[in-house]
């Protein structure tokens, strides 16, 4: 849906503003989050290919689990040598990965997407703006 928007600029929901990817769930401590994030990220980080990434942290109503901590926890994961991710490196302006990590009460929401920066945070109104922008200087150069 996010993609076909960037594309076409056509807004396909109504009442959709932004998604938030999730692949992954867990009790919001350190230990399950740690495990969590090893499993999530093998899949995604499992080979030898240089990757860039950026952690992307939101904790609401949860007091309990620090946010340096846990960014400090999946960011180690994601580099140590057990998942051959030794070679990817942390790139917060434009990561070619997001590690996106939602805290709500005592539930974690996790998840990786690819492009997250470049598709607007998965943000629909803006991906159409942009759309709107881009298109506008053609229109013009046309005239």
């Known amino acids: 849906a996010v ?3 960037q594309s076409t600029g056509e807004r396909k929901t109504r009442f959709l503003q932004r998604i ?4 992954n769930t867990c009790y919001a401590s350190v230990e399950d989050i740690k495990k969590t994030a090893l499993e999530m990220i093998k899949d995604t980080f499992y080979n030898k290919t240089p990757k860039t990434f950026g952690i992307i942290f939101k904790s609401r109503n949860n007091s309990s689990v620090s946010r340096d901590e846990v ?3 999946v960011a180690t ?3 140590d040598g057990d998942t051959y991710s030794e070679f990817n490196k942390v790139n917060l302006d434009n990561p070619e990965y997001a590690i996106i990590i939602n805290i709500v009460k005592t539930i974690t929401f996790m998840g990786v997407v690819k492009d997250f920066k470049l598709l607007c945070r998965y943000n629909v109104d803006e991906l159409t703006k942009n759309y ?5 200087p053609q229109n013009e150069a046309a005239d």
């Open 71 to 73: 960014i400090k926890i």
């Open 3 to 5: 993609v076909s928007t």
């Open 77 to 79: 994961v994601a580099t």
């Open 20 to 23: 938030i990817p999730v692949s």
């Open 132 to 136: 709107a922008a881009s298109i506008k």
